[in-house]
């Protein structure tokens, strides 16, 4: 079934289509008709644009909203830099001085759920590459959190848009343009300056995220594939308007005070506002966040012989200034049939001129066992630059020898990848704090790679011998 059988059902309703102009109003009449800002907007709401990308940016890469809503964003007091309760600064920094740039396979052990963090308290910066003040490069993340964000609270991020996978629990996700209910198997989108905040209705979640320093996220071209697979346009949902009324009081510290937190070159600040951020009656545009159910992929493959480039298995994309190169590819690897003749079907042995950031959401990786000391959901890998990888010994053995017959491989399981043209570099967190590097990666995934070779034919000589 092209679609994932959750737990908990959906409970929102949402607008279709991917880099869309969408239009959503809470209480009809609320949207201005043929311009969007009159001398006085409808229901006395303030007019508020908010821009994705430069104004002059062309017409086909642009992204901005109008936001008509109670009160204006910059209704508040100055930010001052956020103090964390238990004094210990988020792991989020990622000055290149404290990124560990190197050559070795890095394995992670399923990371901790946690019981006294939020989302924003539980992010933890894993890897990452490039600088967020000149709008480049990204950032690789673990969330773990045992509670939800106050109600009195919302986040944004002015670094990137930010890409959630959820792998353990729900995230019940409230934006200024409304909701979002994200489940594991589910993605979401959370652009750049979007205010928000992330409740758990089934109690403590993990997963991983990736925030996009540079640009937005597109749907790869499909090419010969033709107009239709992969990731279809029409799967992506996005939020309709959803508003509270919260703004009587005048007292910061009153029942109506807010706080906002802004992610702001990898640093938290805060500050205290009267009234509630998520005042949204209206808004369009096609700057907005949105969700996919990775179950509605489209998977291509090959139907005659050899294992096709992970590269057909792209859900989203966002491109370098380069043609093709990707600064960040978002990769999943779900269920699928395998039929290819005289082929060794798994993914095979690879060095990469790019960095590789697997993760596993559920079930098991057919060219990697799981088990104590493998890759398994929850847990993660790094292979960079040029870092040889690919089948351990058992898969390979296996995928060697087994019958070729057609074979579904991925049942209930889906593992993904975080694909990028960039060096990564390793956060002391990632490498060390966080306790959960596979000290025998190595070993335990090609330590017992045999020797296959069956020497030369006898009277022959190879053709790099001297005559």
Request: with cysteine; aromatic share 12%.
């Amino acid at each position: 079934m092209p679609i994932t059988n959750f737990d908990l059902k959906e409970k929102y309703r949402y607008q279709n289509g991917f880099d869309s102009y969408l239009e959503s109003e809470a209480v009809s009449g609320a949207l201005p008709i043929g311009h969007n800002s009159p001398q006085k907007p409808p229901l006395g709401l303030y007019a508020e644009k908010l821009s994705g990308t430069a104004f002059t940016a062309p017409r086909h890469e642009n992204k901005q909203s109008w936001l008509y809503r109670i009160l204006p964003s910059c209704s508040h007091p100055p930010f001052v830099q956020a103090t964390p309760p238990n004094g210990q600064k988020p792991v989020l920094e990622q000055s290149p001085a404290r990124l560990h740039c190197i050559p070795n396979q890095l394995r992670w052990d399923p990371f901790d759920h946690e019981s006294d963090t939020d989302f924003v308290s539980g992010l933890r910066l894993v890897a990452g590459a490039g600088d967020p003040t000149l709008k480049q490069g990204l950032g690789m993340y673990i969330y773990a959190a045992g509670k939800s964000m106050s109600a009195q609270s919302a986040f944004y991020s002015a670094d990137g848009d930010l890409l959630i996978v959820a792998q353990d629990g729900v995230l019940d996700i409230r934006t200024e343009f409304g909701w979002l209910l994200v489940r594991p198997m589910e993605i979401a989108v959370i652009p750049r300056g979007v205010r928000y905040q992330v409740l758990l209705p089934s109690g403590p979640v993990r997963g991983y995220a990736l925030e996009l320093y540079q640009g937005h996220f597109q749907l790869p071209e499909l090419g010969p594939i033709g107009s239709n697979g992969l990731a279809n346009v029409r799967d992506f949902q996005a939020p309709v308007a959803c508003f509270s009324e919260d703004h009587g009081s005048i007292a910061l510290d009153g029942p109506n005070s807010y706080t906002i937190t802004a992610k702001f070159n990898n640093t938290l600040f805060e500050t205290k506002q009267p009234h509630t951020p998520f005042d949204v009656v209206a808004w369009h545009g096609n700057y907005y966040p949105y969700k996919y159910d990775l179950g509605r992929f489209n998977t291509i493959g090959s139907i005659s012989f050899d294992h096709p480039d992970p590269s057909i298995f792209t859900v989203l994309s966002a491109p370098s200034d380069h043609a093709g190169t990707a600064i960040a590819d978002f990769v999943i690897f779900p269920p699928r049939w395998l039929v290819g003749e005289d082929t060794f079907r798994p993914p095979w042995y690879h060095r990469n001129t790019m960095s590789e950031f697997m993760g596993l959401i559920t079930g098991a990786y057919d060219a990697k066992k799981g088990g104590k000391g493998g890759f398994v959901p929850g847990g993660a890998s790094l292979h960079n630059v040029m870092s040889g990888h690919g089948p351990d010994a058992a898969s390979y053995e296996g995928a060697r020898n087994a019958e070729l017959k057609p074979q579904k491989v991925g049942e209930g399981s889906c593992a993904f990848m975080f694909e990028s043209c960039l060096m990564v570099g390793v956060t002391d967190w990632g490498l060390e704090t966080c306790h959960k590097v596979q000290e025998d990666y190595n070993e335990h995934s090609w330590g017992g790679v045999k020797v296959h070779w069956k020497g030369m034919p006898e009277g022959e000589k190879g053709q790099g011998h001297l005559l």
